[in-house]
T-cell receptor
Framework: EAQVTQNPRYLITVTGKKLTVTCSQNMNHEYMSWYRQDPGLGLRQIYYSMNVEVTDKGDVPEGYKVSRKEKRNFPLILESPSPNQTSLYFC????????????FGDGTRLSIL | KQEVTQIPAALSVPEGENLVLNCSFTDSAIYNLQWFRQDPGKGLTSLLLIQSSQREQTSGRLNASLDKSSGRSTLYIAASQPGDSATYLCAVEGNRDDKIIFGKGTRLHILP
């Protein structure tokens, strides 16, 4: 089954403790992206990647890092999480950079205390 | 900077009615516009993608149109059903930077 898999689905942690949210897709997609979704602000793009070893900042990259060492994986790293990073996070992928529909994961709900 | 607006923020209509959701964007330099559906507690499901060179796309009871020059798109839902209740989001992909910008969505409730 074609899918985008995020882990963990839920996480409660404390300020300053490094964490990684993994994202993996099994569709051989080139384009992958991370979003956060907050009430009243909607979905905002954090980082995206057009292909292996190519990453670019989205609208809200501060406080986040990503890497794209393999085509299927696109982890989101919070080196020193803060409470304002409490949010619902989505990973998405699509075939090619443009004009292909995005496939979304089920989301990761992060709470930073 | 691209801005995407969806009006109304929420909408309730009786079952069986046809309805239109609106999406507007400020920068016409886009590759495409995509409509998504999001159910509570779930991820997003792609409904329709319209390339910048296209005027509309159809899938079943859904029809999406795009007027790039005026920065507008509509999602038309025919013969609405209670199962159509969800939040509908539009997103544009810029052709200057490949960034994807979402609107805040329209929360749709179909009354049985």
């Amino acid at each position: 089954e074609a899918q985008v898999t995020q882990n963990p689905r839920y996480l409660i942690t404390v300020t300053g403790k490094k964490l990684t949210v993994t994202c993996s897709q099994n569709m051989n997609h080139e384009y992958m992206s991370w979003y956060r979704q907050d009430p009243g602000l909607g979905l905002r793009q954090i980082y995206y990647s057009m292909n292996v070893e190519v990453t670019d900042k989205g609208d809200v990259p501060e406080g986040y890092k990503v890497s794209r060492k393999e085509k299927r994986n696109f982890p989101l790293i919070l080196e020193s999480p803060s409470p304002n990073q409490t949010s619902l996070y989505f990973c998405a992928s699509s075939r090619g950079a443009s004009n292909q529909p995005q496939h979304f994961g089920d989301g990761t709900r992060l709470s930073i205390l | 900077k691209q801005e995407v607006t969806q009006i109304p923020a929420a909408l309730s209509v009786p079952e069986g009615e046809n309805l239109v959701l609106n999406c507007s964007f400020t920068d016409s330099a886009i590759y495409n516009l995509q409509w998504f559906r999001q159910d509570p507690g779930k991820g997003l499901t792609s409904l329709l993608l319209i390339q910048s060179s296209q005027r509309e796309q159809t899938s079943g009871r859904l029809n999406a149109s795009l007027d790039k020059s005026s920065g507008r798109s509509t999602l038309y839902i025919a013969a609405s059903q209670p199962g159509d209740s969800a939040t509908y989001l539009c997103a544009v992909e810029g052709n200057r930077d490949d960034k994807i910008i979402f609107g805040k969505g329209t929360r749709l409730h179909i009354l049985p």
